[in-house]
C-alpha cells in the first residue's frame, strides 16, 4: 500500500544532543513537508521541499534542518540549537502545482527531552 | 491566505448529523475552502474540499453559501470514530506548479457522544 511512513514514533532527546526523525514515502510525490504540534495547537510549518536537493524554511526552520538527497526521504534534524524541542512532529507529502493542497500525512514521532 | 473562524469545541450525539461551521468573511473569488481531521495522536486527513458548489464524497458534505463567506462541513451519519479535530483551511491553489504547505489553526474539537 502507497503511504507515508514516520519512525520512530517516540524519541527522547538528551540536553546537546541532535536527533534524526525519518520520514519516507512511496507515493511518488514531489513535494514533502514537516510540521510541529504543541498540546492543544495547530500545526507550524518547520520545512518543505518541491523537488530532491532543494528545500525551503517554514516559519520556525530556527534549530531544525533538513535534507533531500532522494524523492522518497526527507530527514529531519533537531539540533541543540532547539532549545524547546518538545512537540509532536508531523511529515507529510503531496503532488505540487493544482493539487498540492491535498497533503498525505504521517502518523507523528513524539519527541520529548530527557 | 483568508483568515478563518471555527468553534473550539462542539459536541454531537452519535447517529446524528454533525454540522460543522467555518466562517472566512474575507475569502477572495479564487480561494478554496479545504477541510482536514485530526484524530488524536494522528496526523490530520484530508476530507473534501470546493470552490463555490456544493460537494459531496464518501465522507461527508460540504455546503458553501452563496456569497462564500461561509461554509458547514457535514458529516451525515456520525459515529464515534469521528471524535476529532477539524480544520477549515482556506486559500488558492498553486497553478504555478510549486507547493508550500498549507497553514493549520487550532480547528473545532468535535465530540461525538455515545
Not at chain 1, 59 to 69: F, K, N, P, Q, T
Not at chain 2, 31 to 42: A, D, G, K, L
Request: glycine content about 8%; some cysteine; aromatic content about 10%.
Amino acid at each position: 500500500d502507497g503511504g507515508i511512513t514516520q519512525s520512530p514514533k517516540y524519541l527522547f532527546r538528551k540536553e546537546g544532543q541532535n536527533v534524526t526523525l525519518s520520514c519516507e514515502q512511496n507515493l511518488n510525490h514531489d513535494a514533502m513537508y514537516w510540521y510541529r504540534q504543541d498540546p492543544g495547537q495547530g500545526l507550524r510549518l518547520i520545512y518543505y521541499s518541491q523537488i530532491v536537493n532543494d528545500f525551503q524554511k517554514g516559519d520556525i526552520a530556527e534549530g531544525y534542518s533538513v535534507s533531500r538527497e532522494k524523492k522518497e526521504s526527507f530527514p529531519l534534524t533537531v539540533t541543540s540549537a532547539q532549545k524547546n524541542p518538545t512537540a509532536f512532529y508531523l511529515c507529510a507529502s503531496s503532488h505540487v502545482g493544482i493539487r498540492s493542497e491535498k497533503l498525505f500525512f504521517g502518523s507523528g514521532t513524539q519527541l520529548s527531552v530527557l | 491566505d483568508a483568515k478563518t473562524t471555527q468553534p473550539t469545541s462542539m459536541d454531537c450525539a452519535e447517529g446524528r448529523a454533525a454540522n460543522l461551521p467555518c466562517n472566512h468573511s474575507t475569502i477572495s473569488g479564487n480561494e478554496y475552502v479545504y477541510w482536514y481531521r485530526q484524530i488524536h495522536s494522528q496526523g490530520p486527513q484530508y476530507i473534501i474540499h470546493g470552490l463555490k458548489n456544493n460537494e459531496t464524497n464518501e465522507m461527508a458534505s460540504l455546503i458553501i453559501t452563496e456569497d462564500r463567506k461561509s461554509s458547514t462541513l457535514i458529516l451525515p451519519h456520525a459515529t464515534l470514530r469521528d471524535t476529532a479535530v477539524y480544520y477549515c483551511i482556506v486559500r488558492v491553489p498553486d497553478s504555478g506548479g510549486g507547493a508550500d504547505g498549507l497553514t493549520f489553526g487550532k480547528g473545532t474539537h468535535l465530540i461525538i457522544q455515545p
